[in-house]
């Protein structure tokens, strides 16, 4: 309706000045018309030709300039405004309006500047605080910015975009329930503007309410706020969701957008990554550090490279994003899991020891800690540092990791608890499980070790540390066949699994039954977990060793067995009886490996 009455405005307009050509007034009036029609060149040619007549050119210089803006042409609206503001000095109007101008140009500390001087003149405005409010937001000011669009509020601007950009301020600094609550009464004020319903949807999405958040972002678009940071961050919360072809296609409409953008072709990297696609991943995450080197792209390429088992880059770019970043912990605790997926336990511990150093505060940096402490079957500092984690906060796998600590020294009651605890907090987590089935196993309850890994293996029917297990505790009560085929069941399904492929060599080197031993067998399969680790598992050369000691090659497991006793970090008294053994020319016989490393 307004832009029909604006028409009707700029037709009686342009049959004035057929009939009175020369009247400056008419002019100026067609050009403000076109200007709130968005008619912008229009605007600005009636202005241009209005200043030469025009008895108050500041006033037209402030209208062609906000003429200029509008339609983005930034350094000519700042001319334009300057020269007004030559003529006009105290024109608040004139100062918000190239504030606005530097604004839009990323200029915030001159927006400042200007707003400030206007608000100096006219104080009264809410309009001005609100601006300011906003660039104060874009500036990265975020508690003045709050302060300046509250202010606005009070004054009576109680619009929709003022609640918006509050709502968008308080998510910057984390306040994500108050975000919401701004945004919700935004939304309830402007219910079709699809910038304030997208700002909804991400902080939706940063409070994990990710169908929410597809919902405000999708209603966003078909409001015709089809921008490529709606798009992208639609994708995010499909990706969240596991939704991975949605969540490409949105990020593929996002780059087709915004082509060179390095948080788009990061966040399309990291849906390749959980898609398993590691090449595509990689590439994109390439790319996107080409144009940014952001600490945050290298920790996601770092994490790729890691799923991809490729962990010396991985380690390199968890290094460049703390060169990047210095005074994180979150790539240095995530460097440390690297290490420590490398068998390079001291290098883990370093790193965890200066997380902890720059945060004491850090439940993940005590809780790898204590990871670390237990792969070097350091169980009491294990259980310190798991302790400790859990006055930082509680979370499930932390109490599992403990819980595992305490069932390896015979804490059993203790053991049960905290694995009973991490399983009332996530019930689907098939590694507790597999920690509660080892328990069972130690105390003896066949029954019950079987009922619990079953459960860990329907929850994760590919694991092969969990089929591992499964074979392991039928050996270790003495059903040896039924133990082969779950462990030949086990490396199948995960050929690659390195616990898998060690678990079948060690019962087909040393289970003490005739019929199911078989030493070169159990070579080829004791060399390809060594293989998977790259020949840093003190456990998986031990294995290595009995089962040349299985074929009767009592040189080749002499010398094996005196690798895996110089690799050994925890003192293992099995390595020098296996070896003095070997020496003997005596093979290793036993049921079940009580000292296998767990995951």
Request: hydrophobic share 40%; glycine share 6%.
């Amino acid at each position: 309706r307004l832009n029909n009455q604006l028409a009707e405005a700029i037709a009686d307009l342009t049959t004035s000045l057929e009939l009175s050509p020369n009247s400056v007034w008419t002019l100026n009036e067609r050009g403000r018309a076109h200007r709130m029609n968005g008619q912008y060149a229009e605007a600005i040619a009636d202005l241009t030709q209005s200043l030469a007549r025009s008895s108050n050119p500041a006033w037209v210089l402030r209208e062609r300039g906000q003429s200029y803006r509008l339609k983005g042409e930034l350094d000519a609206a700042i001319a334009d405004l300057s020269a007004s503001l030559e003529r006009e000095p105290n024109s608040a109007w004139a100062l918000s309006q190239r504030a606005l101008a530097y604004r839009e140009k990323g200029v915030y500390p001159q927006a400042l500047a200007d707003l400030t001087r206007a608000l100096e003149i006219d104080a009264s405005d809410p309009w001005m605080h609100a601006q300011r409010g906003i660039a104060r937001r874009m500036a990265g000011q975020f508690e003045p910015a709050i302060a300046d669009l509250t202010q606005a509020l009070d004054m009576g601007k109680k619009e929709g975009w003022v609640y918006a950009q509050r709502g968008v301020a308080r998510r910057r600094l984390d306040r994500l329930d108050d975000a919401v609550a701004d945004l919700d009464e935004a939304v309830r004020i402007t219910p079709d503007d699809g910038w304030i319903v997208g700002q909804r949807g991400i902080v939706y999405r940063l409070k994990g309410r990710y169908q929410d958040a597809i919902t405000d972002l999708t209603r966003a678009v078909e409001l015709g706020k089809k921008d490529a940071w709606v798009y992208g961050e639609r994708g995010v919360a499909h990706r969240y969701l596991e939704q991975y072809d949605l969540a490409l296609a949105d990020l593929e409409e996002t780059i087709r957008l915004e082509p060179n953008d390095a948080w788009n072709l990061a966040q399309r990297g990291i849906i390749h990554r959980g898609r398993k696609d590691f090449d595509a991943a990689l590439a994109d995450l390439t790319r996107a550090l080409k144009l940014k080197q952001e600490a945050w792209i290298y920790d996601a390429r770092a994490l790729t490279y890691r799923m991809a088992k490729r962990y010396d880059e991985a380690i390199a770019d968890f290094t460049r994003s703390l060169e990047a970043a210095p005074e994180q912990t979150w790539a240095l605790i995530e460097r440390a899991v690297t290490h420590r997926l490398k068998y390079d336990y001291e290098s883990a511990l370093a790193d965890l020891n200066a997380a902890i150093a720059r945060k004491p505060d850090s439940m993940s940096a005590w809780g790898q800690r204590g990871i670390v402490h237990r792969f070097m079957s350091r169980e009491a500092e294990a259980i310190a540092d798991f302790t400790e984690a859990l006055k930082h906060g509680q979370e499930s796998w932390v109490i599992a990791e403990r819980g595992a600590a305490q069932r390896r020294v015979k804490n059993f009651d203790a053991a049960l608890s905290d694995l009973n605890e991490a399983l009332r907090l996530h019930p689907k987590s098939d590694w507790a499980y597999g920690h509660l089935a080892r328990t069972w196993a130690d105390l003896g309850d066949y029954a019950k070790a079987l009922e619990t890994i079953d459960t860990a293996i329907q929850l994760a029917p590919t694991d092969g540390e969990h089929l591992n297990q499964r074979a392991s505790i039928h050996a270790r009560f003495g059903h040896y066949a039924l133990a082969r085929t779950e462990h030949l069941r086990a490396v199948e399904t995960a050929p690659e699994n390195a616990i898998a492929q060690n678990g079948l060599a060690w019962l087909l080197a040393t289970c003490p039954l005739d019929e199911i031993r078989d030493g070169a067998l159990a070579v080829v399969h004791a060399t390809r977990a060594c293989e998977l680790t790259d020949w840093k598992n003190a456990n998986w050369i031990d294995t290595l060793a009995a089962a040349y000691a299985e074929q009767g090659d009592f040189a080749k497991a002499v010398e094996w067995q005196t690798k895996a006793i110089e690799m050994d970090k925890s003192s293992d008294p099995e390595f020098e009886e296996r070896l003095r053994l070997y020496q003997a020319g005596q093979p290793y016989r036993t049921g079940f490996r009580r000292s296998e490393p767990e995951a």
